[in-house]
């Protein structure tokens, strides 16, 4: 019989037994969220819905002492999951794909590899087509055949170690067979669970009152980080290899025949995987899978494409965190039908007010979706949505679920949106529309506070402590917020005087912590005391510098000193620090503006001061030290016979040059081909090193 449903009687109207059923299902609804939340960045409920949840729970707690569980969430802080995994550093970086979407991204995607290669367009190029699974990625990595670890792709550089539970796996050999297997293989591919080893799974969890999982994505991950290898090994989970890390030696030079070599060592690859020799033949592809997609056993969320020949894909090699041999066509959104309940509004680290549409719950494509973004007013208008429409709404993969259009108007009780003129915030400081650049008003309406808005101040905060910024164990999004709200933490310089303050502050003693906890939070902090440069400029959230953009000016300038001169010249409208820096790969005048913009307010610069006096930033990577190149500035001009321009300003990066897109004092060499010109006598005039396409090819010791 279903227990009965006490979520809605108050905390000091439960009996001790309903206390007891109440707790116990708090737990595990917590621990759930929890997990959606950290593990799987995919939060069902918003946050006043959990702080609700938990503060549901530490009443009765406080009610029925006796009764606090010993898996309580008031035990735990944040996820911190009972299963601790070691970390694994991946050899090589596991990365990502590029996504298309359309046909027209499939041409620009084969156009693209033609312009790198400078491949005629008779010249054909084989392409290995492929299921695009949805599961998780994980690498395996066997020394002298045998398997030594197995891990997750955690943030691409360092996963969890999975080993233990990975060996449990049918598909994946604990040895190499065959002959003459490289010394070193590291074999990746993905993990799944087939549907219907999900919803057997699920009906068995649910009978017993464990985790129901979402979809079996989620249910894949979920069984492989499992502290217990037993528990993993009770999951039907497939593998399907499909690509790889380190390889002391290459045992094939196509993509297929590093397939036909997987099946030859005993993985299992896909076997709807097909060459395709032209567009046409990978679009037939695509539609033949997606008319398939139904009828498999396991979930698929597109196809991939894959350049096959090895040598392509070395020279075509990455863009970002992507290859340019490689791109997921990606199946259409999966769409549902619910109802507007109401309209809120979120205020983001820049500012910017979105208003986000509250659904009544609907599940689409198997995750159960609440909340949709409406994007801005105009959409609103455009959509013409109001509260209490039925609407039909999208989820295309990861991306937020969106608002298509309204479906059926309730006669009564729809009643229209009216978009706020003021922040939010305790402030309500005015709302200011941007403008485009002809002048003309813009989408975005924004909260003019900056930091003194609340909502913007912690924005900024989650977003230095994220994944790709700080990235600080046990200290998420929920840690801060908390923080923030009792005035410990304002600003990123104050995280690292925590320990310090704690004297007065007792953190140990807040509900959610204990010594443990703080202990291991204040040493998370200590070991980000050291930070690379391109993080550290990622951290601070200046608007336009992304990831790449980081990593670009971190390049460019070496060091923080340099990179931070740099910024507070540009600030004071220095010329030569504006020119110097638009010379740099990658960096134009949008950031440059932007950068410029945000030295130029005094407490911005007062912020970065007091945080760079707390940590210590390391200068940037060399990518490759040995290499003549190394921190030299290239500027190549002129036609290039051997390779295109892309291809060579990619392969100087990768030697560790830095390419320029013109001459100045910093120039190093000038690569010159036929009909080269004003660059050309710049170069003469400044002295500079000026090359042939050969002697460049000489110089770095590559094929020429
Ligand atoms: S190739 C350098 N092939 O998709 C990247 N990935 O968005 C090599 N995935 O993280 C990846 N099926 O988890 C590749 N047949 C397939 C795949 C596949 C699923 C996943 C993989 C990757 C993600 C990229």
Not at 129 to 137: F, M, Q, Y
Not at 386 to 407: M, S
Not at 628 to 642: I, N, R, S
């Amino acid at each position: 019989m279903p227990s009965k449903d006490l979520s809605h009687i108050a905390p000091e109207a439960l009996d001790e037994r309903q206390a007891k059923a109440e707790l116990k299902r708090l737990a595990a609804e917590i621990a759930a969220h929890d997990k959606r939340y950290y593990q799987e960045d995919a939060p069902t409920i918003s946050d006043a819905e959990y702080d609700a949840l938990r503060q549901r729970n530490a009443a009765i707690e406080a009610r029925y002492p006796h009764l606090v569980r010993p898996d309580s969430p008031s035990r735990r802080v944040g996820a911190a999951p009972a299963a601790k995994f070691a970390k694994v550093h991946h050899a090589v970086p596991m990365l990502s794909l590029d996504n298309a979407f359309s046909d027209a991204d499939v041409r620009d995607f084969i156009g693209r590899i033609r312009r790198f290669l400078r491949l005629p367009e008779d010249e054909e190029i084989v392409f290995s087509a492929e299921p695009k699974i949805d599961g998780l990625s994980i690498s395996l990595r066997y020394e002298v055949g045998e398997l030594v670890t197995g891990a997750t792709r955690g943030d691409g550089s360092v996963g969890e170690d999975v080993t233990a539970n990975l060996k449990t796996l049918k598909d994946i050999p604990h040895r190499i067979a065959g002959k003459g297997v490289p010394e070193i293989c590291e074999v990746r591919g993905e993990v799944y669970m087939s549907k219907q080893a999900f919803l057997a799974l699920n009906k068995r969890q649910a009978e017993t009152g464990g985790q129901v999982f979402a979809n079996p994505r989620n249910s894949a991950a979920g069984s492989l980080r499992q502290k217990d290898p037993l528990i993993t090994a009770s999951r039907p989970l497939g593998f399907f290899a499909y690509a790889w890390g380190e390889m002391s030696r290459m045992p094939a030079d196509t993509q297929s025949g590093m397939a036909h070599w997987f099946r030859s060592s005993g993985f299992k690859t896909n076997p709807l995987t097909k060459m395709c020799r032209s567009v046409d033949e990978l679009l037939e592809f695509h539609r033949k899978i997606e008319a398939e997609r139904a009828t498999l056993d396991y979930d698929i969320d597109g196809v991939v494409y894959k350049v096959d020949r090895l040598d392509w894909q070395r020279r075509l090699g990455f863009v970002s965190r992507n290859p340019r041999w490689a791109i997921a066509h990606k199946f259409p959104a999966e769409k549902a039908m619910t109802i507007v309940k109401d309209i809120e509004i979120q205020v983001g680290r820049t500012g910017a007010l979105t208003p986000v549409a509250k659904l009544e719950p609907v599940t689409v494509g198997g995750v159960v979706v609440q909340n949709a973004t409406l994007h801005n007013a105009d959409e609103i208008a455009r959509l013409g949505v109001r509260i209490g429409d039925t609407v039909r709404i999208q989820r295309a993969g990861d991306v937020i679920p969106q608002v298509l259009g309204v479906v059926e108007e309730r006669p009564r009780g729809a009643h229209a949106y009216r978009f706020p003129t003021r922040c939010p915030c305790h402030l309500h400081t005015e709302v200011v529309r941007d403008k485009t650049a002809t002048g003309e008003e813009g989408a975005v309406a924004r909260c003019s506070g900056e930091f003194a808005c609340p909502f913007q101040a912690v924005e900024h905060l989650k977003h230095f402590v994220s994944r790709r910024a700080f990235d600080i164990d046990g200290l998420g999004e929920k840690q801060i917020e908390l923080f923030y709200q009792r005035g410990w933490v304002k600003e990123p310089a104050d995280i690292f005087t925590l320990e310090a303050r704690n004297k007065h502050i007792r953190l140990q003693e807040v509900e959610g912590f204990g010594e443990v906890s703080v202990r291991n939070l204040f040493a998370a902090i200590a070991a980000r005391r050291e930070i690379p440069l391109e993080r550290f400029i990622y951290a601070l959230g200046i608007r336009h510098v992304g990831e790449t953009t980081a990593t670009a000016l971190a390049r460019g300038y070496g060091a923080w000193a340099a990179f931070h001169e740099a910024c507070r010249k540009l600030a004071k409208g220095d010329e030569e620090a504006k020119e110097e820096m638009d010379a740099l790969d990658q960096i134009g005048d949008t950031v440059i503006e932007s950068l410029r913009d945000y030295f130029s307010e005094a407490h911005n610069v007062r912020r970065i001061e007091r945080l760079a006096a707390e940590v210590r930033i390391l200068d940037a990577e060399k990518p490759a030290r040995e290499s003549p190149v190394a921190g030299k500035t290239v500027v190549f001009t002129g036609a290039l016979e051997k390779m295109t321009r892309d291809e060579a300003k990619a392969m100087a990066e990768r030697l560790g040059a830095k390419v320029a897109g013109s001459v100045s004092r910093k120039t190093d060499y000038v690569v010159a081909g036929p009909g080269a010109g004003s660059k050309l006598d710049k170069a003469r005039e400044a002295g500079v090193n000026v090359l042939t396409e050969e002697e460049w090819f000489a110089l770095v010791g590559e094929r020429g």
